[in-house]
Nanobody, 121 residues
Framework: QVQLVESGGGSVQPGGSLRLSCAAS????????MGWYRQAPGKQRELVAE???????MYADSVKGRFTLSRDNAKNTVYLQMNSLKPEDTAVYYC???????????????WGQGTQVTVSS
C-alpha cells in the first residue's frame, strides 16, 4: 500500500504562482512515475505533468512554459511549480504515482485525495 500526501493548493489571482507537492510513502520497491493530473468541473481528468523513473518529463501542451515538475528521489516527493496561472487552470489537482511492489511483476497506480487550485480575480 502506498500513501500520498498532497499540499500546496489554494486560491490565487491570474498571473500568480502556486507550488504543489506530493510525498509518497509505503511499501514499494520502485517508483515508475510520479505526476499530477487535474479535473475541472464537467471535464475529464487530464494529465498535467509526469516524470518517469528515467527522469523524462511530460507536460500537457496547455501548461508548457508555465509549469515545472521536479522530483526529490530521496524523499519520494514530486513538486509542481505553477507560474503565470490562468483561470482555466482552475481544477482539483491529483497526485498520481505508479510503483513496483515486492514480489509482484505488476505496476500499481495510486491517486492522492486531490487539492483545489482556484485562479480568479
Amino acid at each position: 500500500q502506498v500513501q500520498l500526501v498532497e499540499s500546496g493548493g489554494g486560491s490565487v489571482q491570474p498571473g500568480g504562482s502556486l507550488r504543489l507537492s506530493c510525498a509518497a510513502s509505503g511499501r514499494f520497491v520502485s517508483m515508475e512515475a510520479m505526476g499530477w493530473y487535474r479535473q475541472a468541473p464537467g471535464k475529464q481528468r487530464e494529465l498535467v505533468a509526469e516524470i518517469t523513473s528515467g527522469a523524462s518529463v511530460m507536460y500537457a501542451d496547455s501548461v508548457k512554459g508555465r509549469f515545472t515538475l521536479s522530483r526529490d528521489n530521496a524523499k519520494n516527493t514530486v513538486y509542481l511549480q505553477m507560474n503565470s496561472l490562468k483561470p482555466e487552470d482552475t481544477a482539483v489537482y491529483y497526485c498520481n504515482v505508479r510503483v513496483g511492489v515486492v514480489g509482484r511483476l505488476e505496476i500499481y497506480e495510486y491517486w492522492g485525495q486531490g487539492t483545489q487550485v482556484t485562479v480568479s480575480s
